[in-house]
């Protein structure tokens, strides 16, 4: 029986090195460390520069979180939305190896999400990607996760674009069956964009995650805060805030800077696992931390 059920985009990533001859490479650098938004044609000709040599696994950003968590021995299951092709088959085949239930809907004649993560020399990611199936909610997640026992939800904030009213329909269903949610920001133009729908949303939240620049953007009023609000802050370490509370915890030694994508995913998963175990928030912090660290200093974007 799972503990925490993730709800989230089901995408498949590769890890590319990002290199000065690459033909989109002022593009991808004006927006490193974030989302660069590109065509459908552009995307279609950064897919075919990625060769042998990318490093490839099942993402997004729950299903991230969800390996680490995983990975750490908790129980969890992962809803979400593949196509019937070979990425989406692949994607499945991940979670199983994973040990983490497999809650995914198959889309017939659809494609499966997918996105690509430049790395730059220093570490530092430029995400593009295209959802294509995997950008459509689940409308029954909260049953679901009744029915397989699950006390918590985690929802990740990608998914309000293309379906934030059920989005914001799940979570306040969620709060009113009596089931946690966690929920991840997730992107700073996400923020941006459904600033008015996430003050709508948080009330109900029980652990909120995000960064800097997304907690900058959402200034969130008292009466609209989550019990609990994570803020990563990179080599600054963790800010946390408990019913108004606020500690700063350090960040984790790196000997190294690979690559940072997933770092964030990483550190939920991390906090998670022992939060939902009522571990407190100083070890959950710590757990996570080390899980973050140890992504930033692999190629890999997960544990």
Known sequence: MPELLGLGNA???????????????????????????????????MLALVGPEAVRSCGGSVANSLKTYAKLGGKCAFAGRTGDDDIGRFFAGELEEY???NCLSVAEGEESGCAISWIDESGEKTVCAKRRAARFVRSDAVNLALEQGAGWLFVEGYWLDGSAAIVEQTVCMAYAAGLKVAFTLADLKIVQEYRERLLRILPYVSVLFGNRREYEVMEIPAGKAPRLMLKTLGKDGVESVYRGQVCRYDAEAVSKTVNTTGAGDAFAGGFLYEYIRHRGIVRAVKTGQQCAAAVVQSAESHL
Do not use: R
Not at 33 to 38: D, E, I, R
């Open 11 to 45: 995408i498949v990533d590769f890890g590319v090195p990002l290199c000065p001859d690459n033909p989109f490479y002022a593009m991808l650098a004006s927006d490193k460390g974030g989302f660069a938004h590109t065509t459908q044609e552009e995307f279609s000709q």
């Open 99 to 101: 040990g983490i239930g």
